[in-house]
Structure formats: structure tokens, C-alpha cells
């Protein structure tokens, strides 16, 4: 029927249907997934990859390896996005809802196959998603209060542990908690609290270890002083933010300048830097002695700042000006015009830090802002041996920070180490034999499929994956029958040890929000590609084709 | 399909007579040769119907993947060729843009048809006679249609909210049509327009995607929604109490006409040049602040940088809000929701065109993504939006088309106040009174009637194949409800045997069956007419 009507449907492209597609779906959403497995959990493996420029990339975060990878199928793009998804949203978490989401598809296509209707199963996936996201808020996280600061501690810990810096996870855990800390903002009109941690600057330097990185509470800023003859180091700095040049007026488009007397050239000349003179002036008779700029400072320019023993930078980005307005007070100002159409550059625009001073650090200079007024903020400088393995250290960072951000803002932690999973795949094997329908089976699945996260855990540790995992499972079943045992919900795997072990206890924690998410991100994504049942593929239109085909 | 229909005719007259050497079978192909290719088309779309109905993933040339359930954007995705395929093409769109809704099971039925006609046919019936009768029966068909439609009074909420859950139920985002379907009713009242009460204009509610968070974040806004950012430039993010100007001049320099040149032949002109455009762009923005605004949107201009960084640093001062590159579509929309004239001089800056709100916020969407929200507006016109999201492209692209639909069926109720039974019930109920009918008529025309009547069975067929029933069992034991004279009785896909949908709350506008029908029949009828292609 398939073929029959392909060819009558004459479509410029090709037609696939029915289980056919749903295979192939699948096969591509585990193939993907496959490649990112080996990398998950604390011991598990990172993948170089060389794009075709000859860039190498090292990494074990899943987002960033499937970013790099040039997903042809339109099934494996839904698994990539799906990964995107869960950074944008989360920030961790990333391999791990892509391995969920394709055991989920595997498992969908074996029902399917032992004809049982794919919406059947799509109502079981759902049902069994709404029902753990239920039983993982009520009996499986814990608030951030019951342990303290220390839990933010370990919660980084066990976002980094699988990471390069992991054996340094002590050092940067506490540094990650204090950055986060450190740029807390209190909204005044709703008095919400939001940690953002995009005003983290994470800058890399070359050279020294891992451990000699280090946090500065103030803001250090990839940019030097724009001449030599400039101080390197103010004290009680009073900082102006400026998003325009400091340059010789040129005109707009449109007026020219034409000049008949030779003598005249040269007034113009002298008007054309007197128009930025006298606008240096005025900044800095406000009193400002550092002075960031988003744009260019003409030689000239440089040359009062000198005498007036004023540091300039230019070429700042305007994102880190922001910022550095937002800590220090100041007005980021994009022109001096005033109300009456004069220019002024008043006091009240400047901000204020306890020092700014340009320091070496390998290679490069920064300047860092130590101390600002309005708000604390604070910059983390990573040091490695070479720029792949830094790469790697941010992005470890960056994760981590934002697993750090979501304890604080939501509150809640859960178990790591697979317990969560564990714990879940119990319940619903339970809740699966109170439903009398055929949705059963698809429930049972879908406990089945999110197995497969202790498993790949214990198996990239080189542990009996089956073993472990049924051990596991023991202690949670324990759990959840006995109301006495019920502490026995936070065992997980210990994958140094390969033993089971309370997870808690240990300090192997994770935002209860990264589990809740990644658990109804991969649902969605297998319901999507478990819906589609047809396949069409248009060929590449033609350069121009004739008829209107183009659509 | 209107436009296709009287070419044909001529088309095939001209070539009759230029082709003589051609044999007379020839007239008999082309037919055959279309119904196949038209029936091609309404089978790669029939898995698609129904709540259990399955989608389709289209990747087209460049790469894009579209995934999609909705019958319209299958079809103008898939590209064919065939010029009768074409057709059943327009005529989904034909639906779409009338009902908005049953896009696929307006091609379904045409195609269900064509498979009768092509039977008719090769008994011997003349393709013109089978077509008069199918336009007979999809009249009388009409009539029935309108029988067992029962009135539904626009108060009743809850009915409605019923009948958009019907139309999103086989969407990717049925399992949030507790959020959607009232969602969309709420959006159509509010912008009913009491001067021409059977009709609503969907223009005037404006949805806006954002990536992010699940569906289940979507919301109605008892306001207007942005799609921009704010300016920035240390200008207010959130304002209270605003005034609202839509403005349509530019807040930048003027420039000069590419032949015109200033001519500066002195230094001290060029501080004055300098002056003067400050001097100039202060006065544009004193003259909105004059007026009592505090949050202007400006409109996309292509002459000219609709603001400059001068005039947004004159604005920040004096603390309004600036939102520029307002679409110029969407300024009669937004003018209309907020209650603002637009102005397009600065002289006519009066505070009379200015519309004022409680509160204008920009609120971020997660990642980059930002909108301004507006709420408390008063004196707003009618217009709402909503806010969509999805946690990722494809779902949300389909939630808006869902969602889309879902607001064409409020609409279509608005047009015609009946309500019918969902699940294959009328396409049933149809077909069982067209046979009875069918005895009284004589000749062809009951072979035609009676052909047209099982065509439409294939609706309620078509439904419990979907949903994984025996279809055969099903249609007889629903035939037979019928025959009995329950005319309510569908198919319950969830229960997954026949039941009587009115009390299961599945039902649909008249306005959809009705077009279906009878757009379906006219589609089949041009087709058979064509017995020449060159």
C-alpha cells in the first residue's frame, strides 16, 4: 500500500510509514543516546571531538557533545534539542534525559511490536509521568534547610564529580556556592530571590593548575589599561561607565566638510578633537578617575587622561559594563546629552569600588574591581594546563553553578546515584499492577526504562551493573513496604565501591527541579517521536524550479 | 477548488478536439487516473484523524522538520504534484480558512467519495449523472446535518470549553486541554464584536511562542503581550501607571536627501551641527514626555533607524519606556488592545491618543527570550493574547496550530449557533438516512446515493482503526444504533466501543460537518468532470 501510493502521491520526495518509521525513529534516538552513555555519572568517559576546521573539544557534558555532532535525522535533531533544552532550563542533567528518553523509545517500540497500540502506550508514558513526578515531590526530596549550607556544598560536588575537575570538587565546590552566593539580588518591587548566574564572570588563564584558580569578590574584568603611563592600582576608585568613544567627532553622513581656506583646516582640525575634549572634561571634573568604555579612546584622549593620573580601559564588552554598572553603582551612559540639550557628565553617574588595579595573571593582565558599593559580585578566574581542559573546567563550572542556583531558588534536594531512579522504577511497578487496562503495560515500561540510569552508572564504573542494581532495588522495595525501614529510600549506588549506600548521608545530592524536569522533558520528547508514524522527506528543491512547488 | 473547477471544463473541450487520434478510452484513464492520485493523498492523511490519530513528520528540502497532526499543514507541506492531488490540497485549505477545523476529514471524505464514484463509474454510470446526484445527495445531506443539530446558547461555557477539548483532543497537546480549551474560549468572548455578532475576527487575538518551560505555562494575558525587548540603555523595565503611545514617526536624525548635502565651512558650525541634532531629537522626545506618556512603541521603519542611541539616551532620562520594530501588521492590533491612536507626527502627540494600562513589565522567558506584558488596561478594545509555551520547536509550533483550531471551532459556533455529536456520529447519521432516502429515488441516482451514504462511513471507520478497534465491528454495531434511531451514538475511542457521544461530551460545531460535506462533495464533483488532461 505504502509503495503503491508513493508512487501516485507523486511527491518530490520520498514517503515512509507506518512501523517502518517508528523503528527508524527509534534506532536513531538510541543510536544517539549511545554515544552519549559512556559519559555519564562519576566515572564515566569524555569524548574529543575534532570539528572540521581542526578545533578539538574534550568533554562529558551530553549538551555539549551533541551540540557538536551533526545530527542528520529529523528524530535524532528532537533528542539533540531535547539536551539543549534541559541546559537552558537546568543546566545539568543534560546526558542523562537523553539516555532516559531514547530507553523510553526502545522499550515503546518492543510494545508496539507486540501489538499494542501506540497511543496506548502514550497514555501509559503520561500517566506514568504525572504519577513519579507526584511520588518524587512528595517522598523523595527533602528541603535544602535539613542540612544546611553543607548540602549546596555537596550538591555542586555531585554535578562536578563526573567532570576533569572532580578530583578537585572540594575546592571548587565551595568556591561555585560562594560565587553563587555572592551575586544574590532581591528584587525590591516582588522581593523574589534570584541568583544570577550569568553575572558570574568566568574568565580562563593559562598556566598552573587546576587548584590555583581562584574566586574574586568584585569583578575581574579581560581587558588592560589603554596606556602604559596610566596608574595600575586606584584606591577608592570612583568609575565611570561610558557605551560610546571617546574619539574625534566625525560627522554624520550627509554633512561634508568643505574647507576653502587652507588656514581654516587646521581650526577644524583642532574643533574636531576640542568636541571630545571638552566632553573628557567634563567627565572627569565629575571626579571619575577610571573610566570603562565600550568603545575607542583616540591617543590624544589618552594623553589627558594620563595627566589627570586617570585609568582608562577600552574595548570593554558592553555586557561585562553592565554589570560592573550594576555592582558599582553607576550609570552606563551612552551619551552626555542633557535634558536642555547641553552635555554634562554629572557625580551621580559614577559608581563607586574599594580598589581597581590591574594585576598579572600568567600571561595576561586583568583588571580586576575589587570591593564595589551597591552589590557584592563576584568573577572566578580558572587556571589549567591548556585550553581544551579550561573549556572543559567552565563549562564543569557552569554546570555546576547552575545546579547550585536551582537548590536555592526551589529548595529541594533529592538523592543521587541513581536512587531517585531506583526508588521511582519500585513505586511504579507497583502503581502499574492497580491499573486493570492495557496501560499497564506501558507503565511497567516506563519504571523499566529509568533502570537504565543506575545501570549505565555501575557499567561505566566497571561494576556488575545487574548485581548492583538488583540490590538496589531490594533496599528501595524495603523502603517502601516497611514504614520502619522508610530511611532506606535515599540508598544509592557508591560506584568507587561499587556497594549500595545511603546517599544522603553521603552528601551525593541533586536538585529535586533537574529530576522533576529531565523526568517530563524525556517523556515529551519520546511521546513526540512516538506519535509520528508517517515520514515524509521532500527533496532539495531545485535552483529555482519552474513550477510552484516550493513551499 | 472554486478557481479549478471552470478551467477544466474548457481546458478539456480544446484538446478534445485537437487529439482525435487518441482512442476513446482515454477520457476513462485520466479520470481513473485522478481519483487514484486524489485518493493517494486522502490516504496518506487518514491516519492522522481522530484523538487517536497518529502524526506526521514532514522534512522538507532545506532540512526543516515540521510534526504535525493537523490535515491543512500536512498537505501544504507534502509538496505534490499531481494537479487533482492539488486539489484536494486547496480544498483542505479551503476548510481551513472557512471552519478551521475537520481539515483532515473534509480530504478523508472526498477521497471516501472518489472511491464511490470510481465504482459507480465502472458499472457504467456517466460520470455527469454521478455527480448530480452527489450534489443532490450533499444537500439533502445538509438538511439532515441540520435536523439533528441541536442550538447552543454562547453563555454556556462549559459546552464550549467541551467542544475545543473535542477539537485539541487529537493534538500532540491533548493532554493539556484542560489549559487550552477554556483558554481558547476565554480569547474568542473576548473579542466577539457585539456590532456583527456572527462573526469573529481571529486577527485580534494575537498568540506569541516562546521556547521554554512546558505547555502547561501558557497563559491567557488580560492585556497585550510584545514580542521585543525594551531598549535598555537604563530606561525603566517596568512601569506603573502608563500611558501608552504607538508611534509612527522615527526618533532619529532626519537625513538628508541623498542629493542634498550640509556643508560645513567652519569649525564652529560643526559643534552647531552636533547641537542641532541633540537639539532636534530633545524636542521629539519633549514633545512625548508633554503629553504625559511614559512607555512609546514604535514602528518598524525601513527608511530609517526607527530610534537612535541619542534619542533612546534622551528617553531613558526622562524615564519612558521604549519598544521599537512594532510589526506594521500589528499595529492596527495593538492600537485596538490598548486603546491607543496611532500617531504619525510628532505634532499630534496629544494625550487623547495615548492608552493607559496599570502596569507595562518586560518579563523574561527563560534563556534570551523576553516579551512586555501589559495588564489592566483600560478602555481596550476587543483583543487578547496568549502566551505560549513548549519545551521545544516542534511542540510548539504544533500547540499553536492546535491551539489555532481550537479557537476556529469557537468561531465557527459563533457563525452558526448548532452543535452535533462528535465521533463519527453525524457522518453516520448521514449515511443511514441517505439509504432510507435513497429507496425513495429512482434510476442511478440511487446507486449514487447509496454509494455516497457508505462513503461516509468511512469516518467512523477510519476513527476506530486510529484508536486500535475493529473498525468492522465497530461501523456495524454503530449502523445499527443508528438504524434504531440513537443518532447520537459515536465512536468512543477511549472506551473503545460505541456510546452516545452527547453524553460523553464530545461534540463539534455544525459549521464544520456542514462545510465538510458539502465542500467534499464539490471538490468530487470538479474532479469527475475532468476527463482530459493536457
Not at chain 1, 592600582?233 to 568609575?239: L, M, N, S
Not at chain 2, 537604563?234 to 537625513?255: D, H, N, W, Y
Amino acid at each position: 500500500m505504502a509503495g503503491a501510493a508513493e508512487s501516485i502521491l507523486a511527491l518530490t520526495g520520498k514517503r515512509t510509514t507506518g512501523q517502518s518509521i517508528r523503528s527508524q525513529n527509534v534506532t536513531a534516538a538510541v543510536a544517539i543516546a549511545n554515544i552519549v552513555k559512556s559519559s555519564l555519572g562519576p566515572v564515566g568517559l569524555d569524548k574529543m571531538l575534532v570539528d572540521d576546521v581542526g578545533d578539538v573539544i574534550i568533554t562529558n557534558d551530553g549538551a555539549t557533545i551533541l551540540k557538536q555532532l551533526e545530527v542528520e535525522h529529523p528524530a535524532g535533531k528532537v533528542l539533540v534539542e531535547l539536551a539543549q533544552l534541559q541546559d537552558e532550563e537546568v543546566g545539568d542533567g543534560t546526558t542523562s534525559v537523553v539516555i532516559v528518553a531514547a530507553e523510553l523509545l526502545k522499550l515503546a517500540d518492543e510494545l508496539v511490536k507486540n501489538k499494542l497500540h501506540p497511543t496506548t502506550v502514550i497514555n501509559g508514558y503520561r500517566l506514568a509521568c504525572k504519577e513519579s513526578v507526584k511520588y518524587l515531590n512528595e517522598n523523595l526530596s527533602f528541603p535544602v534547610e535539613e542540612l544546611g549550607r553543607q548540602s549546596l556544598v555537596n550538591a555542586a560536588k555531585t554535578s562536578m564529580s563526573s567532570k576533569i575537575i572532580g578530583p578537585d570538587s572540594d575546592f571548587f565546590s565551595e568556591m561555585v556556592v560562594e560565587a553563587t552566593e555572592l551575586v544574590k539580588v532581591t528584587d525590591s518591587a516582588t522581593g523574589k530571590i534570584t541568583y544570577p548566574i550569568k553575572a558570574i564572570n568566568v574568565l580562563k588563564a593559562h598556566g598552573k593548575s587546576a587548584r590555583e584558580s581562584m574566586l574574586i569578590k568584585g569583578y575581574a574584568l579581560n581587558c588592560t589599561v589603554a596606556c602604559q603611563g596610566m596608574p595600575l592600582h586606584i584606591k577608592d576608585a570612583k568609575i565611570a561607565c561610558l557605551d560610546f568613544s571617546l574619539q574625534k567627532a566625525k560627522m554624520h553622513l550627509g554633512i561634508s566638510v568643505v574647507v576653502e581656506d587652507p588656514a581654516k583646516l587646521e581650526a577644524i582640525r583642532r574643533e574636531e578633537f576640542d568636541i571630545v575634549k571638552r566632553r573628557i572634561e567634563k567627565i572627569l571634573a565629575a571626579g571619575a578617575n577610571v573610566i570603562l568604555t565600550s568603545g575607542g579612546i583616540d591617543d590624544l584622549c589618552l594623553k589627558m587622561f594620563t595627566e589627570a593620573g586617570a585609568m582608562a580601559v577600552r574595548r570593554c564588552k558592553k555586557a561585562d559594563l553592565k554589570r560592573i554598572a550594576k555592582a558599582t553603582g553607576a550609570t552606563l551612559t551612552c551619551s552626555l546629552a542633557n535634558l536642555e540639550g547641553e552635555e554634562t557628565f554629572e557625580a551621580s553617574q559614577l559608581g563607586h569600588a574599594d580598589e581597581v588595579a590591574q594585576e598579572r595573571i600568567s600571561d595576561d593582565e586583568l583588571i580586576l574591581i575589587r570591593g564595589p558599593k551597591s552589590r557584592t559580585a563576584s568573577s572566578i578566574i580558572l587556571r589549567g594546563a591548556n585550553d581544551t581542559m579550561l573549556d572543559e573546567m567552565e563549562r564543569s563550572v557552569h554546570d555546576s553553578l547552575c545546579v547550585v542556583r536551582r537548590v536555592l531558588e526551589s529548595g529541594r534536594l533529592v538523592a543521587g546515584g541513581g536512587a531517585v531512579e531506583a526508588a521511582l522504577n519500585v513505586y511504579l511497578e507497583a502503581f502499574a499492577t492497580t491499573l486493570s487496562s492495557r496501560e499497564q503495560l506501558a507503565v511497567a515500561e516506563f519504571a523499566q526504562a529509568l533502570l537504565v540510569i543506575p545501570k549505565t552508572l555501575s557499567s561505566n564504573a566497571a561494576r556488575d551493573a545487574t548485581d548492583l542494581v538488583a540490590k538496589l532495588r531490594a533496599f528501595h522495595h524495603k523502603a517502601q513496604q516497611n514504614n520502619k525501614l522508610a530511611h532506606l529510600k535515599w540508598a544509592g549506588l557508591d560506584l568507587e565501591n561499587g556497594e549500595v549506600r545511603d546517599n544522603k548521608e553521603c552528601g551525593v545530592l541533586e536538585p529535586a527541579m533537574s529530576k522533576v524536569k529531565s523526568i517530563k522533558f524525556a517523556t515529551e520528547a519520546a511521546i513526540t517521536i512516538l506519535r509520528i508514524d508517517d515520514l515524509i522527506k521532500l527533496d532539495k528543491e531545485e535552483p529555482r524550479g519552474g513550477d510552484e512547488c516550493g513551499m | 477548488m472554486a478557481p479549478a473547477a471552470p478551467a477544466v471544463p474548457t481546458a478539456a473541450v480544446k484538446s478534445g478536439r485537437d487529439s482525435n487520434f487518441k482512442d476513446k478510452e482515454k477520457s476513462g484513464s485520466v479520470r481513473n487516473s485522478n481519483i487514484v492520485a486524489a485518493k493517494a493523498v486522502a490516504d496518506a492523511v487518514r491516519t492522522s484523524l481522530g484523538p487517536r490519530g497518529m502524526d506526521k513528520m514532514i522534512q522538507s528540502g532545506n532540512g526543516d522538520v515540521t510534526i504535525t497532526n493537523d490535515g491543512a499543514t500536512i498537505l501544504n507541506q507534502m509538496s505534490v504534484i499531481h494537479p487533482t492531488a492539488k486539489m484536494l490540497v486547496e480544498l483542505s485549505k479551503a476548510q481551513d480558512i472557512e471552519a478551521g477545523d475537520g481539515t483532515t476529514t473534509v480530504v478523508v471524505i472526498a477521497g471516501a467519495l472518489l472511491d464511490a464514484a470510481q465504482k459507480l463509474l465502472v458499472k457504467g454510470i456517466h460520470p455527469t449523472a454521478i455527480s448530480e446526484s452527489f450534489q443532490r445527495a450533499a444537500s439533502q445531506a445538509e438538511v439532515i446535518l441540520q435536523n439533528m443539530a441541536t442550538p447552543i446558547d454562547l453563555a454556556n461555557d462549559e459546552l464550549l470549553v467541551k467542544l475545543a477539548t473535542t477539537s485539541l483532543n487529537s493534538k500532540v497537546v491533548s493532554q493539556h486541554s484542560w489549559l487550552l480549551a477554556p483558554m481558547a474560549v476565554n480569547a474568542v468572548k473576548k473579542v466577539l464584536d457585539d456590532s456583527r455578532p456572527d462573526n469573529v475576527d481571529l486577527k485580534s487575538i494575537k498568540i506569541i511562542k516562546k521556547m521554554g518551560d512546558t505547555v502547561e505555562e501558557s497563559e491567557m494575558i488580560d492585556g497585550a503581550l510584545i514580542d521585543q525587548k525594551t531598549m535598555g540603555r537604563g530606561g525603566p523595565t517596568r512601569v506603573e501607571k502608563a500611558k501608552i503611545a504607538l508611534i509612527q514617526f522615527q526618533l532619529s536624525a532626519p537625513k538628508t536627501d541623498m542629493e542634498n548635502q550640509v556643508i560645513i565651512s567652519d569649525y564652529a558650525q560643526m559643534d552647531r551641527a552636533l547641537k542641532e541634532e541633540r537639539q532636534y531629537l530633545l524636542d521629539l522626545c519633549k514633545q512625548i514626555k508633554k503629553s504625559g506618556c511614559n512607555v512609546v512603541l514604535i514602528q518598524k521603519s525601513i527608511l530609517r533607524d526607527a530610534v537612535s542611541e541619542l534619542s533612546l539616551h534622551f528617553l531613558a532620562k526622562m524615564k519612558i519606556m521604549v519598544v521599537k520594530d512594532i510589526e506594521r501588521d500589528d499595529i492596527e492590533f495593538y492600537s485596538n488592545i490598548l486603546g491607543c491612536r496611532p500617531v504619525a507626527s510628532p505634532d499630534h502627540m496629544v494625550p487623547e491618543s495615548l492608552g493607559s494600562a496599570d502596569l507595562v513589565e518586560e518579563i523574561s522567558t527563560g534563556g534570551d527570550g523576553k516579551v512586555i506584558k501589559v495588564t489592566g488596561i483600560q478602555s481596550s478594545g476587543p483583543a487578547v493574547s496568549i502566551l505560549l509555551r513548549g519545551s521545544n520547536k516542534l511542540v510548539l509550533e504544533e500547540a499553536d496550530r492546535s491551539l489555532h483550531d481550537a479557537l476556529c471551532v469557537i468561531r465557527c459556533l459563533v457563525k452558526k449557533r448548532f452543535l452535533l455529536p462528535g465521533g463519527g456520529a453525524p457522518e453516520m447519521e448521514v449515511a443511514c438516512r441517505l439509504r432510507e432516502k435513497a429507496n425513495e429515488r429512482g434510476g442511478a441516482e440511487q446507486y449514487c446515493w447509496r454509494a455516497f451514504a457508505d462513503a461516509l462511513e468511512l469516518v467512523p471507520y477510519t476513527l476506530a482503526e486510529n484508536a486500535g478497534l475493529s473498525p468492522i465491528h465497530t461501523v456495524t454495531e454503530l449502523r445499527t444504533q443508528h438504524a434504531n434511531g440513537h443518532a447520537n451514538f459515536g465512536v468512543n475511542v477511549r472506551k473503545g466501543f460505541v456510546t452516545d457521544m452527547k453524553e460523553e461530551n464530545v461534540v463539534q460545531p455544525l459549521l464544520v460537518s456542514y462545510n465538510a460535506i458539502k465542500q467534499a462533495a464539490e471538490c468530487v464533483r470538479s474532479i469527475l468532470k475532468i476527463d482530459d488532461i493536457v
